[in-house]
């Protein structure tokens, strides 16, 4: 999104889905009659940003955790059709009040029931700006949050007048305005439903997580793992095939693929670029090279004094200076494939080429626009990243072909770990430019723009903010139906290229493995490994 999964930013220089219908690697070949439905397994992470609550997780570590504990109404398949999970039906005639039934029999992980009331408590309590849930936005459509979120004075309500509970599993959504692609969104795990006991002590629930999903908290030792269960009580269409997860954190993921080899880690969600070269030799049929829907981009800091109020010529000639041709060929071996755009491959309403030339290195363009933008500031800039992803070897790459093609000197700002390249960007302290990689929260184009480039969204962390843009957007968001939804939202992209909201670097691709410990790995559209799918050997 993600990354960050919410939007989700994503962490490695790389929705737990329906197992029946993920695309990707893996054979279960004839280990089916060999797994052990208790056998527990392991999964590459890093330390979660933020306490495990559905609303306040913009970031892949935290989200492929909160995926397995919480199931919400709806999931996506492989082509990325909407398929019910806690939802009956939700039905709407005008793409603006929406009745949603859920299947009858949900619980907790406490024994309590999964009721209408437990995700219009939840969705009211995630937007009330006073519980600060990093994701709280995304109500925003729904009747009645500007009262309950204001952007300015104070709040003239604590609930959104549009969430109507009808009776114990019925409720209604109307939205301040009709959207088409609305139903696409509730996939996010933002809108997960919460048990009464959350209330009691919000943050004592980040930390001990009571969900509805197929698995159960178990414990989080900070900084070195999270273990979850079995949840055997569950009732969604994807029931864990293994007995549990631990999710393993790794500050470095070459000391992950070592463990991997030696049979420490089972699942890798990510191989670093030091070992791209060796690990389909070293895992054999157990090595996975897959497409997903994420793309990898330079944030923009707009708020400092170096880019406020720059031309856009300057950032069109960083981006013509970067030769993505190679840097995908040789540092990340192939592994990557040159972006022409900002929205990932695989979503609903991809276009190829939406950028133009600006995505094309071409030195002396690159140089001239530049100059015809009235320079860099300070003719240097810096591109900060997370240590423990990655990324250290691509960013001295951008770099090099920046300085090489333009004279602008370029430099590495490394942070520790991904917690800490995040915190940076929520307090608006990143110096200049920023690693931003995305992986889809829901399958449609809006997710990519809308969500990323809007002035008010949570997914903005640059401050990006454009007039036009943001009409131009109502204009989609307004549309009548999805499909022209997804043509007004492919308008909006290509003129994104007059503003550069971004610098489109590169899509992404799932190199990763598993130990022989394991079968039936399969990775999701978002890039996570289908968890639930997973069996051991015994």
């Not at 933008?373 to 992803?389: H, L, R, T, W």
């Not at 000197?409 to 690693?435: E, M």
């Amino acid at each position: 999104m993600r990354g960050a999964k919410s939007a989700k930013w994503v962490a490695i220089a790389a929705v737990v889905a329906l197992g029946a219908t993920a695309c990707g690697g893996g054979n279960d070949g004839d280990s089916k009659a060999a797994a052990d439905p208790n056998g527990k397994f392991s999964v590459e992470v890093g330390e979660p940003q933020n306490p495990l609550q559905p609303a306040n997780t913009m970031e892949s570590n935290g989200s492929i955790v909160i995926k397995s504990l919480f199931s919400g109404l709806v999931d996506y398949d492989s082509s990325g059709k909407i398929v019910n999970i806690n939802a009956q039906s939700i039905d709407t005639s005008d793409n603006k009040t929406f009745t949603v039934k859920l299947k009858p029999g949900w619980k907790f992980h406490d024994g309590t029931p999964v009721t209408a009331t437990s995700y219009v408590k939840a969705w009211n309590w995630a937007a009330n700006p006073d519980n600060k849930q990093t994701n709280s936005f995304w109500f925003s459509d729904i009747e009645g949050y500007d009262k309950v979120a204001p952007e300015k004075g104070k709040p003239s309500a604590k609930e959104m007048s549009g969430l109507k509970v009808v009776d114990d599993n019925t409720f209604t959504i109307k939205l301040s305005k009709p959207i088409p692609y609305f139903v696409y969104k509730l996939g996010y795990e933002v809108f997960d439903p919460l048990p009464e006991s959350f209330y009691k002590d919000p943050k004592a629930a980040g930390q001990k997580p009571i969900g509805n999903g197929p698995y159960k908290f178990v414990s989080w030792q900070h900084n070195k793992q999270i273990e979850v269960v079995k949840n055997d009580d569950y009732k969604g269409p994807n029931a864990a095939k293994n007995g549990g997860v631990t999710f393993k954190n790794y500050s470095k993921l070459e000391t992950a693929y070592q463990d991997l080899k030696s049979g420490n880690l089972d699942v890798m969600r990510q191989v670093a670029p030091r070992d791209l070269p060796v690990y389909k030799q070293d895992l054999g049929d157990r090595a996975v090279d897959q497409s997903y829907s994420a793309i990898q981009t330079l944030g923009v800091a707009f708020y400092t004094k170096q880019w406020k109020d720059i031309d856009p010529k300057v950032l069109q000639g960083l981006s013509m200076a970067i030769d993505r041709d190679t840097i995908t060929k040789t540092v990340l071996q192939g592994t990557r494939e040159p972006a022409t755009g900002w929205v990932a491959k695989g979503v609903l309403g991809y276009q190829a080429d939406a950028a133009g030339d600006v995505t094309k290195f071409d030195a002396a363009k690159a140089k001239q626009l530049i100059k015809e933008g009235g320079g860099v500031p300070g003719n240097k800039i810096s591109i900060q990243f997370n240590a423990d992803g990655g990324h250290k070897e691509w960013v001295e790459a951008v770099c090099g072909s920046i300085t090489k093609a333009t004279g602008v000197k370029c430099d590495g700002d490394s942070k520790p770990d991904f917690q800490s390249d995040l915190n940076a960007r929520d307090n608006k302290q990143v110096k200049s430019l920023y690693r931003s990689g995305w992986v889809l929260d829901y399958p449609f184009i809006s997710n990519f723009i809308r969500d990323l480039f809007g002035t008010k969204s949570d997914g903005n962390q640059g401050g990006f903010s454009n007039k036009k843009v943001d009409q131009l957007i109502a204009d989609a968001d307004a549309a009548k139906s999805l499909e022209e939804s997804e043509k007004l939202y492919q308008e909006v992209e290509k003129q994104l290229v007059d503003y550069m909201p971004s610098i489109p670097l590169w899509y992404y691709k799932v190199n990763a493995g598993y130990s022989e410990k394991v079968s039936g790995v399969k990775y999701a559209q978002d890039g996570d490994p289908i968890l639930t799918g997973v069996q051991v050997k015994k």
